[in-house]
């Protein structure tokens, strides 16, 4: 699945979770996603935290087959910016 293809998936249930910050999910030369609010883009802008994962660890992230806490301590996901943010994810997520 492609960067568009998860953005896409996720636009639902950021618009409805109250979501107050901006996330971007890099996952290097596939593309980014921004997550600012309750808008989802696929352009590339500054935000409170980044999120680096490869596509695929994405892709299992947004289905939920792929824990975000585990990922984190095994190293497939890192965290840049205000961790805080990046826990709020969960809400989005779940």
Do not use: Y
Request: charge should be negative; hydrophobic fraction near 45%; include cysteine.
């Amino acid at each position: 699945m492609g960067v568009q293809e998860i953005a896409d998936k996720i636009k639902w249930r950021v618009a409805s979770a109250g979501f107050e910050h901006s996330v971007k999910f890099d996952t290097g030369s596939d593309g980014v996603i921004v997550i600012d609010g309750a808008t989802v883009s696929t352009t590339d802008a500054p935000a409170d935290c980044t999120v680096k994962l490869s596509l695929d660890d994405l892709d299992s992230l947004i289905a939920g087959d792929l824990n975000p806490t585990m990922a984190f301590m095994s190293g497939k996901l890192k965290v840049e910016g205000d961790m805080t943010v990046a826990m709020a994810l969960s809400q989005l997520l779940g």
